[in-house]
Structure formats: C-alpha cells, structure tokens
C-alpha cells in the first residue's frame, strides 16, 4: 500500500502499545520504518525503541519531503494534548493502524 517511495514522504506518530508515549518522526517508506521501529522495541540506543513505540497512530502524506519535514517540526512543538486531539480528529479511538 505505501511501497512506493516516489514522491511519497510521510510524518507520522507512533506510540507504545498503552499509548502514554507518543513518537513523531518522518520517512519515505512507512511501512519499512514501522517494522523497524518494531525491531528496535525495547533497544535503549533511540527514543522510540526505549519507549517501545512502534504503534501506528497517525501519518500524513506529502510529496515533497521537505514538508514532511517541516510538519514533523510543527508536531514536535504541539503539546502532548494537542498531538491527541490531532489524531483523534481522525482516529478517535486511537486505534493502531496496521499493514
């Protein structure tokens, strides 16, 4: 569904599976960066593996990356109950989104 890297950048949100941690970052193939996130749980070397956040909660699509990443940027500065409103705005139960 996301293989295609051409033109497709993604900033995205993952949490840990009780979703009290909440990670942000960007890529050009989300589905490989998620199962790398997940291959990385519980690694202390990075935030996400620490924190165990590999779960899909959100993404956003951009064909150029510098957007994505200046979105990335946005999101980072959000308050914790603002990046929660954000993603309930379209996954209101905060379900994982899978492959």
């Not at 949490?15 to 989300?30: A, E, I, K, Q, S």
């Not at 990356?65 to 940027?73: G, P, S, V, Y």
Request: proline letters at 3%; a positive charge.
């Amino acid at each position: 569904m996301f293989r295609a890297k051409d033109q497709n950048y993604f900033t995205y949100i993952t949490c840990n599976p009780g979703r009290t941690v909440l990670y942000t970052g960007v890529t050009n193939d989300l589905e490989i960066r998620i199962k790398q996130h997940y291959l990385n749980k519980g690694k202390p070397g990075t935030f996400a593996g620490k924190y165990f956040c590999y779960k899909l909660l959100y993404y956003e699509r951009y064909d150029v990356a510098n957007m994505a990443i200046e979105r990335e940027k946005e999101i980072k500065n959000m308050s914790r109950e603002d990046k929660f409103n954000m993603i309930k705005a379209v996954n209101p139960f905060l379900e994982f989104i899978s492959f």
